[in-house]
């Protein structure tokens, strides 16, 4: 399963790409997390079905000083992108 999703609230300046990535490595998915202008965080998040859905879960917590309002799906992603482990994009 593979998702695109933007968080949303203060989810910049909180440390929250770094905590994803930390995640999504414990859950052995792949794929990408990055900072947005309009200060929400995007990611893409590749894997088993239980785990994608356990990541989008923890997306709603994220590190202790982050406060997030919304974890909206983007799009099932299709493209062929390959992902080969978990990174942060800048």
Known sequence: MKTHVLISGQVQGVFYRAHTKQKADELGLKG????????KVEAVFEGPKNKVEEM?????KGPSISKVTSVKSI?????????DRFEIRY
Do not use: P
């Not at 990408?32 to 202008?37: A, G, H, T």
């Open 75 to 83: 799009t099932s992603v299709k493209s062929k992108e390959r992902l």
């Open 32 to 39: 990408w997390v990055r900072n947005r202008e309009d200060g």
């Open 56 to 60: 989008l879960k923890w997306c709603w």
